[in-house]
Protein backbone atom coordinates (compact mmCIF):
# COMPACT_ATOMS: atom_id res chain seq x y z
CA UNK A 1 0.00 0.00 0.00
CA UNK A 2 0.71 3.44 0.02
CA UNK A 3 -0.37 6.62 2.04
CA UNK A 4 0.77 10.35 2.73
CA UNK A 5 3.06 10.30 5.82
CA UNK A 6 2.88 13.24 8.23
CA UNK A 7 6.26 13.05 10.02
CA UNK A 8 6.17 16.16 11.81
CA UNK A 9 2.27 18.18 12.10
CA UNK A 10 4.57 21.20 10.85
CA UNK A 11 2.09 21.60 7.62
CA UNK A 12 1.51 20.47 4.31
CA UNK A 13 4.85 20.37 3.15
CA UNK A 14 6.12 17.70 5.45
CA UNK A 15 4.02 15.16 3.68
CA UNK A 16 5.25 12.21 1.41
CA UNK A 17 3.71 9.87 -0.30
CA UNK A 18 5.41 6.09 1.04
CA UNK A 19 4.71 2.95 -0.11
CA UNK A 20 4.11 1.15 3.72
CA UNK A 21 3.53 -2.87 4.41
CA UNK A 22 -0.61 -3.47 3.95
CA UNK A 23 -1.65 -4.30 7.40
CA UNK A 24 -3.90 -6.99 8.29
CA UNK A 25 -6.93 -6.38 10.40
CA UNK A 26 -6.39 -7.63 14.17
CA UNK A 27 -10.39 -8.53 15.92
CA UNK A 28 -13.54 -6.12 15.27
CA UNK A 29 -11.48 -4.32 12.17
CA UNK A 30 -11.77 -4.47 8.63
CA UNK A 31 -9.10 -3.33 6.05
CA UNK A 32 -10.81 -0.98 3.77
CA UNK A 33 -9.48 -0.70 0.14
CA UNK A 34 -9.93 3.22 -0.70
CA UNK A 35 -11.54 4.52 -3.88
CA UNK A 36 -12.25 8.31 -3.00
CA UNK A 37 -10.75 10.39 0.12
CA UNK A 38 -12.92 14.22 0.56
CA UNK A 39 -10.60 17.10 1.82
CA UNK A 40 -12.15 18.89 5.51
CA UNK A 41 -11.27 22.13 6.91
CA UNK A 42 -10.07 20.24 9.47
CA UNK A 43 -7.95 17.78 7.99
CA UNK A 44 -5.22 21.07 7.18
CA UNK A 45 -5.12 21.87 10.87
CA UNK A 46 -4.04 18.13 11.97
CA UNK A 47 -0.91 18.55 9.93
CA UNK A 48 -0.27 21.95 11.58
CA UNK A 49 -1.21 20.41 14.79
CA UNK A 50 -3.65 22.98 15.47
CA UNK A 51 -6.36 20.18 16.10
CA UNK A 52 -7.50 19.43 19.01
CA UNK A 53 -7.15 15.72 17.80
CA UNK A 54 -3.45 15.38 17.81
CA UNK A 55 -2.71 11.86 16.41
CA UNK A 56 1.64 10.52 16.84
CA UNK A 57 3.42 11.10 14.43
CA UNK A 58 3.83 9.36 12.28
CA UNK A 59 0.53 9.08 11.22
CA UNK A 60 -1.59 9.53 8.20
CA UNK A 61 -4.46 12.81 7.92
CA UNK A 62 -7.45 12.13 6.06
CA UNK A 63 -10.52 11.60 8.15
CA UNK A 64 -13.20 10.60 5.54
CA UNK A 65 -12.93 8.07 2.79
CA UNK A 66 -14.98 5.36 0.63
CA UNK A 67 -14.07 2.33 -0.61
CA UNK A 68 -14.68 -2.03 0.06
CA UNK A 69 -14.09 -4.17 2.32
CA UNK A 70 -11.07 -5.74 1.66
CA UNK A 71 -10.44 -8.20 4.77
CA UNK A 72 -12.14 -8.78 7.64
CA UNK A 73 -10.93 -9.28 11.34
CA UNK A 74 -11.54 -11.72 14.16
CA UNK A 75 -15.31 -11.30 15.42
CA UNK A 76 -16.45 -9.38 12.50
CA UNK A 77 -20.12 -10.41 11.62
CA UNK A 78 -21.33 -7.18 9.99
CA UNK A 79 -19.57 -6.63 7.04
CA UNK A 80 -18.24 -8.73 4.28
CA UNK A 81 -15.40 -8.33 1.85
CA UNK A 82 -16.06 -6.99 -0.72
CA UNK A 83 -19.50 -4.54 0.50
CA UNK A 84 -19.16 -0.71 -0.18
CA UNK A 85 -18.39 1.21 3.19
CA UNK A 86 -18.11 4.77 4.10
CA UNK A 87 -15.71 5.76 7.19
CA UNK A 88 -15.37 8.96 9.43
CA UNK A 89 -12.85 8.76 12.04
CA UNK A 90 -9.82 10.89 12.54
CA UNK A 91 -7.11 9.61 10.37
CA UNK A 92 -6.31 7.27 8.00
CA UNK A 93 -7.92 8.36 4.51
CA UNK A 94 -5.02 9.76 2.47
CA UNK A 95 -3.94 6.15 1.17
CA UNK A 96 -4.78 3.07 -0.55
CA UNK A 97 -5.91 1.38 2.11
CA UNK A 98 -6.86 1.75 5.71
CA UNK A 99 -7.79 0.07 9.03
CA UNK A 100 -10.81 0.66 10.65
CA UNK A 101 -13.16 -0.65 13.59
CA UNK A 102 -15.76 -2.25 11.93
CA UNK A 103 -18.65 0.09 13.62
CA UNK A 104 -17.00 2.89 11.83
CA UNK A 105 -17.26 1.68 8.66
CA UNK A 106 -21.19 2.75 7.26
CA UNK A 107 -22.56 -0.11 4.78
CA UNK A 108 -23.49 1.80 1.33
CA UNK A 109 -26.53 1.14 -0.18
CA UNK A 110 -27.18 0.26 -3.89
CA UNK A 111 -27.20 3.80 -5.58
CA UNK A 112 -24.53 5.48 -3.41
CA UNK A 113 -22.14 6.76 -5.51
CA UNK A 114 -18.55 6.55 -4.46
CA UNK A 115 -17.42 10.28 -4.59
CA UNK A 116 -20.63 11.43 -2.89
CA UNK A 117 -19.96 8.37 -0.05
CA UNK A 118 -16.63 9.82 0.32
CA UNK A 119 -17.94 13.49 1.07
CA UNK A 120 -20.74 12.73 3.28
CA UNK A 121 -20.31 11.55 6.63
CA UNK A 122 -18.53 14.25 8.43
CA UNK A 123 -20.44 17.16 7.07
CA UNK A 124 -23.94 15.98 6.75
CA UNK A 125 -23.70 13.99 10.03
CA UNK A 126 -22.62 17.27 11.58
CA UNK A 127 -25.72 19.47 10.28
CA UNK A 128 -27.64 17.26 10.51
CA UNK A 129 -26.79 16.95 13.93
CA UNK A 130 -26.39 20.40 14.25
CA UNK A 131 -30.40 21.52 12.86
CA UNK A 132 -32.00 18.72 13.72
CA UNK A 133 -30.99 17.47 17.17
CA UNK A 134 -29.34 20.50 18.65
CA UNK A 135 -31.46 23.51 17.23
CA UNK A 136 -34.21 21.58 16.84
CA UNK A 137 -35.46 23.11 13.51
CA UNK A 138 -39.13 23.60 12.57
CA UNK A 139 -40.72 23.92 9.52
CA UNK A 140 -41.62 27.72 8.42
CA UNK A 141 -38.36 28.77 10.51
CA UNK A 142 -35.95 30.82 8.98
CA UNK A 143 -32.05 29.72 8.92
CA UNK A 144 -29.01 31.46 8.06
CA UNK A 145 -25.95 30.08 7.15
CA UNK A 146 -22.73 31.43 7.04
CA UNK A 147 -19.42 30.14 4.52
CA UNK A 148 -22.57 28.82 3.00
CA UNK A 149 -20.39 27.54 -0.31
CA UNK A 150 -18.43 25.07 1.97
CA UNK A 151 -18.75 21.32 2.32
CA UNK A 152 -20.88 21.67 5.67
CA UNK A 153 -22.54 24.86 4.68
CA UNK A 154 -23.68 23.60 1.14
CA UNK A 155 -24.99 20.25 3.43
CA UNK A 156 -26.74 22.48 5.85
CA UNK A 157 -28.97 24.41 2.66
CA UNK A 158 -29.97 20.81 1.62
CA UNK A 159 -31.00 19.59 5.10
CA UNK A 160 -33.03 22.91 6.39
CA UNK A 161 -34.65 22.31 2.99
CA UNK A 162 -35.31 19.13 3.41
CA UNK A 163 -36.77 20.23 7.12
CA UNK A 164 -39.14 22.62 5.64
CA UNK A 165 -37.14 25.99 6.65
CA UNK A 166 -36.68 29.04 4.70
CA UNK A 167 -32.74 29.73 3.82
CA UNK A 168 -30.67 32.43 4.11
CA UNK A 169 -27.31 31.45 2.57
CA UNK A 170 -24.20 33.83 3.06
CA UNK A 171 -20.97 33.54 1.27
CA UNK A 172 -17.50 35.57 0.52
CA UNK A 173 -18.29 36.36 -3.40
CA UNK A 174 -21.20 36.53 -5.89
CA UNK A 175 -20.12 33.01 -7.75
CA UNK A 176 -20.33 31.53 -3.80
CA UNK A 177 -23.80 32.89 -3.47
CA UNK A 178 -25.16 31.93 -7.15
CA UNK A 179 -24.06 27.83 -6.14
CA UNK A 180 -25.90 28.75 -2.72
CA UNK A 181 -28.90 29.75 -4.74
CA UNK A 182 -28.86 26.97 -7.36
CA UNK A 183 -28.88 24.07 -4.74
CA UNK A 184 -31.75 25.45 -2.94
CA UNK A 185 -31.05 28.87 -1.00
CA UNK A 186 -33.95 31.32 -0.87
CA UNK A 187 -31.96 34.11 -0.67
CA UNK A 188 -27.82 35.28 -0.38
CA UNK A 189 -26.12 37.47 1.06
CA UNK A 190 -22.33 38.16 -0.02
CA UNK A 191 -21.26 39.56 2.95
CA UNK A 192 -17.83 40.59 2.00
CA UNK A 193 -20.06 43.01 -0.98
CA UNK A 194 -22.31 44.06 1.89
CA UNK A 195 -21.55 47.50 3.27
CA UNK A 196 -23.44 46.54 6.10
CA UNK A 197 -24.12 42.53 7.65
CA UNK A 198 -26.84 43.86 9.79
CA UNK A 199 -29.07 45.85 7.17
CA UNK A 200 -28.22 42.85 4.95
CA UNK A 201 -29.60 40.26 7.35
CA UNK A 202 -32.70 42.72 8.26
CA UNK A 203 -33.84 42.84 5.09
CA UNK A 204 -33.50 39.10 3.69
CA UNK A 205 -35.84 38.63 7.32
CA UNK A 206 -38.01 41.23 7.06
CA UNK A 207 -36.78 42.85 10.17
CA UNK A 208 -37.02 39.96 12.36
CA UNK A 209 -34.06 38.13 11.93
CA UNK A 210 -32.98 34.58 11.93
CA UNK A 211 -34.72 31.87 14.13
CA UNK A 212 -31.33 29.52 13.46
CA UNK A 213 -27.83 30.78 12.43
CA UNK A 214 -25.21 28.24 11.49
CA UNK A 215 -21.77 29.02 11.83
CA UNK A 216 -18.56 27.09 11.19
CA UNK A 217 -17.07 30.42 10.30
CA UNK A 218 -16.93 32.28 13.85
CA UNK A 219 -14.14 35.82 13.30
CA UNK A 220 -15.36 39.23 13.00
CA UNK A 221 -18.94 38.03 11.41
CA UNK A 222 -20.14 36.52 14.71
CA UNK A 223 -21.22 39.57 16.58
CA UNK A 224 -22.81 41.67 14.28
CA UNK A 225 -24.88 38.43 12.93
CA UNK A 226 -25.83 37.50 16.38
CA UNK A 227 -27.15 40.85 17.22
CA UNK A 228 -29.56 40.04 14.21
CA UNK A 229 -30.90 36.98 15.44
CA UNK A 230 -34.82 36.48 15.75
CA UNK A 231 -35.99 35.84 19.51
CA UNK A 232 -35.61 32.83 21.03
CA UNK A 233 -32.89 32.47 18.23
CA UNK A 234 -30.50 29.51 18.30
CA UNK A 235 -26.69 30.50 17.46
CA UNK A 236 -25.05 27.43 16.40
CA UNK A 237 -21.39 27.04 17.08
CA UNK A 238 -20.03 24.70 14.04
CA UNK A 239 -16.24 25.93 13.57
CA UNK A 240 -13.79 28.68 13.40
CA UNK A 241 -12.92 28.47 9.47
CA UNK A 242 -12.42 32.21 9.73
CA UNK A 243 -9.27 31.74 12.17
CA UNK A 244 -10.15 33.86 15.09
CA UNK A 245 -12.47 32.49 17.93
CA UNK A 246 -15.19 35.23 18.59
CA UNK A 247 -15.99 36.37 22.07
CA UNK A 248 -20.06 37.57 22.19
CA UNK A 249 -21.05 39.53 24.73
CA UNK A 250 -23.34 37.27 27.17
CA UNK A 251 -25.61 40.01 27.36
CA UNK A 252 -27.14 39.88 23.89
CA UNK A 253 -27.94 36.12 24.83
CA UNK A 254 -30.03 37.86 27.81
CA UNK A 255 -31.69 40.83 25.47
CA UNK A 256 -32.69 38.13 22.79
CA UNK A 257 -33.85 34.86 24.95
CA UNK A 258 -31.50 33.67 22.53
CA UNK A 259 -28.97 30.18 22.97
CA UNK A 260 -25.46 29.83 22.01
CA UNK A 261 -25.53 25.83 21.20
CA UNK A 262 -21.99 24.05 20.86
CA UNK A 263 -22.34 21.61 17.79
CA UNK A 264 -19.27 18.60 18.58
CA UNK A 265 -20.36 16.04 16.22
CA UNK A 266 -17.42 13.75 16.67
CA UNK A 267 -18.07 13.96 20.35
CA UNK A 268 -21.83 12.82 19.32
CA UNK A 269 -21.26 10.03 17.76
CA UNK A 270 -19.13 8.29 20.77
CA UNK A 271 -21.41 9.63 23.03
CA UNK A 272 -24.65 9.23 21.39
CA UNK A 273 -23.58 6.34 18.70
CA UNK A 274 -27.63 5.13 18.53
CA UNK A 275 -28.99 8.67 17.52
CA UNK A 276 -26.21 9.32 14.84
CA UNK A 277 -26.80 5.77 13.57
CA UNK A 278 -30.75 7.04 13.25
CA UNK A 279 -29.43 10.33 11.52
CA UNK A 280 -27.21 8.72 9.22
CA UNK A 281 -30.00 6.31 8.08
CA UNK A 282 -32.57 9.70 7.20
CA UNK A 283 -29.60 11.21 5.82
CA UNK A 284 -29.02 7.75 3.62
CA UNK A 285 -32.90 7.46 2.96
CA UNK A 286 -32.75 11.65 1.80
CA UNK A 287 -29.97 10.95 -0.36
CA UNK A 288 -31.64 8.29 -2.36
CA UNK A 289 -34.84 10.38 -2.89
CA UNK A 290 -32.80 12.82 -4.00
CA UNK A 291 -33.09 15.34 -1.68
CA UNK A 292 -29.36 15.66 -0.12
CA UNK A 293 -26.36 15.45 -2.43
CA UNK A 294 -23.28 16.38 -2.11
CA UNK A 295 -21.45 19.74 -3.68
CA UNK A 296 -17.89 18.70 -5.22
CA UNK A 297 -15.57 21.40 -5.88
CA UNK A 298 -13.35 18.86 -8.02
CA UNK A 299 -12.34 15.31 -8.30
CA UNK A 300 -8.46 15.08 -8.07
CA UNK A 301 -6.33 12.53 -8.02
CA UNK A 302 -4.94 11.17 -5.32
CA UNK A 303 -0.89 12.29 -5.72
CA UNK A 304 -2.58 15.51 -6.12
CA UNK A 305 -3.29 15.91 -2.65
CA UNK A 306 -0.75 18.98 -2.05
CA UNK A 307 -2.49 21.01 -4.56
CA UNK A 308 -5.74 20.12 -2.98
CA UNK A 309 -4.45 21.73 0.29
CA UNK A 310 -3.24 24.47 -1.71
CA UNK A 311 -7.01 25.06 -2.98
CA UNK A 312 -8.81 24.49 0.10
CA UNK A 313 -6.27 27.24 2.18
CA UNK A 314 -7.31 29.64 -0.62
CA UNK A 315 -10.52 29.78 -0.05
CA UNK A 316 -11.41 28.50 -3.58
CA UNK A 317 -13.45 25.47 -2.79
CA UNK A 318 -17.04 25.36 -3.40
CA UNK A 319 -18.36 22.27 -1.71
CA UNK A 320 -16.33 19.86 -1.01
CA UNK A 321 -12.75 18.57 -2.57
CA UNK A 322 -12.17 14.58 -3.31
CA UNK A 323 -9.48 12.62 -4.15
CA UNK A 324 -9.33 9.67 -6.05
CA UNK A 325 -7.22 6.26 -6.32
CA UNK A 326 -5.82 5.50 -9.85
Known sequence: MHAWICDKPTGVDQLQWREQPTPEPGPGEVRV????????????????????????PPFVPGSEFAGHVEAVGAGVSTLRVGDPVAVCGSSGGFATHAIVAAERAMPLPAGFAMEDAAAFVLTYGTSHHALVDRAALQPGETVLVLGAAGGVGTSAIQIAKALGARVIAAASSDEKCAL????????????????????????????????????????????PVFRSIAWRG???VIGFAGGPIPALPLNLALLKGASIVGVFWGDYTRREPEANAAAMRQLGQWYLQGKVKPVLDQVMDMADLPAAYARMGSRQVQGKLVLRNA
Open 33 to 56: AIRVASLNFPDILIVQNKYQFKPT
Open 180 to 223: CSRIGADATINYNGATNLREAIKAATDGKGPDVVYDPVGGAFAE
Open 234 to 236: RYL
